[in-house]
């Protein structure tokens, strides 16, 4: 059974990076594409960004400025970085994979990102 | 980028009643790559409907979706008490990846 799973700061200050991290277990990273989706609490859903295992980027235009994602198979690992952070980045963020073209599948359990001072 | 509608916003129904959901995108969802997810309070999203109607693994059949195009639809045929919970529709047939806002299923 594939088990995504975040990890990173749950704290980031203002004007700061947030970086988190999705460690794959139960399957190999290869072969799928993997997201990044987030939710301000009590909000909806907004995908960020993707990244398949042959390292092809998409990302969303209202965050495409500010977000890098990468990915490590060596580590079945894929990373978010996403500067320049403001209250309004406050969210659960969790890890999410799907075939090219195609629905997501499996969720990580999410993580929450708070930005404070 | 395809913007996603859902309605109601809210419908409080009791078990056993019937729940239809809606969601209306802003054009054309291609190929009819739409899907449905649910919600619980401080749970992962979790897949129900892929390709408007086809159904995820081990969901229960009282689950069904439809539609094509612009308007689709999430059916419950008749609400067990593990069904109250927030329901989102989302798109992935272009880019970005939209969702719709959601509709909460509650209690009547």
């Known amino acids: 059974q594939v088990q995504l799973r975040e990890s990173g700061p749950g704290l980031v200050k203002p004007s700061e990076t947030l970086s988190l991290t999705c460690t794959v277990s139960?399957?190999?990273?290869?072969?799928?594409?993997w997201s990044w989706i987030r939710q301000p609490p009590g909000k909806g859903l907004e995908w960020i960004a993707y990244?398949?295992?042959?390292?092809?980027?998409n990302y969303n235009p209202s965050l495409q400025s500010r977000v890098t994602i990468s990915v490590d198979t060596s580590k079945n690992q894929f990373s978010l970085r996403l500067n320049s952070v403001t209250a309004a980045d406050t969210a659960v963020y969790y890890c999410?994979?799907?075939?090219?073209?195609?629905?997501?599948?499996?969720w990580g359990q999410g993580t929450l990102v708070t930005v404070s001072s | 980028e395809i913007v996603l509608t859902q309605s109601p916003g809210t419908l409080s129904l009791s078990p056993g009643e019937r729940a239809i959901l809606s969601c209306r995108a802003s054009?054309?969802?291609?190929?009819?790559?739409l899907a449905w997810f649910q919600q619980k309070p401080g749970q992962a999203p979790r897949l129900l409907i892929y390709?408007?109607?086809s159904r995820a693994t081990g969901i229960p059949d009282r689950f069904s979706g439809s539609g094509s195009g612009t308007d689709f639809t999430l059916t419950i045929s008749r609400l067990e008490p593990e069904d109250f919970a927030v329901y989102y529709c989302?798109?992935?047939?272009?880019?970005?990846?939209?969702f719709g806002q959601g509709t909460k299923v509650e209690i009547k």
């Open positions: 999410a994979r799907h075939e090219r073209g195609s629905y997501f599948d499996y």
């Open positions: 139960g399957g190999s990273i290869n072969g799928y594409h």
């Open positions: 990244i398949s295992y042959s390292g092809s980027t």
């Open positions: 054009q054309t969802v291609s190929s009819t790559y």
């Open positions: 390709a408007a109607s």
């Open positions: 989302q798109q992935y047939g272009s880019s970005p990846r939209t």
